[in-house]
């Protein structure tokens, strides 16, 4: 399994070209940290086969220190209606990805401290490379 199997460091808005060939990239707590999620999120689908996976998992906590507001997919209103992060998902996915599995609330446990833990909601979402 060793050779089937490599990690790599990087920025997720500036992949180099050599990062494609994938069945399966997992974005797990990056979505809300990215300074330009939708950049992410447009060239994703040159990264995965057809047919591949992309899942998705963030609790959507979206802090300005991390994303400027205006890059925010989700968390505001939009023509005088509540705009999720979901909804942004699908406005930049629905091209190149059809939506498979979720939302689902899944919870997670973060140790801050030795006596203090924080327990959090993250929302995953699977969607498949459409050919």
């Known amino acids: ?27 797990a707590n990056l979505i809300d940290r990215l300074y330009d999620p939708a950049k992410f999120l447009g060239t994703v689908h040159e990264r995965i086969n057809p047919g591949g996976l992309l899942l998705i998992a963030s609790p959507y906590t979206w802090l300005e220190e991390h994303t400027p507001r205006e890059a925010w997919l989700g968390g505001y209103k939009k023509d005088g209606e509540n705009h999720t992060t979901l909804d942004g998902l699908k406005d930049l996915l629905g091209a190149h990805f059809r939506l498979v599995r979720g939302p689902l609330d ?13 327990h959090t909601l993250s929302e995953a979402t699977l969607w498949e490379r459409l050919p």
């Open 1 to 27: 399994m060793r050779d089937r199997v490599s990690f790599y460091q990087g920025d997720a808005c500036n992949l180099k070209p050599i990062h494609s060939g994938y069945d399966l990239i997992l974005a």
């Open 106 to 118: 899944v919870p997670f446990v973060i140790r801050e401290t030795r006596r203090k833990f924080q």
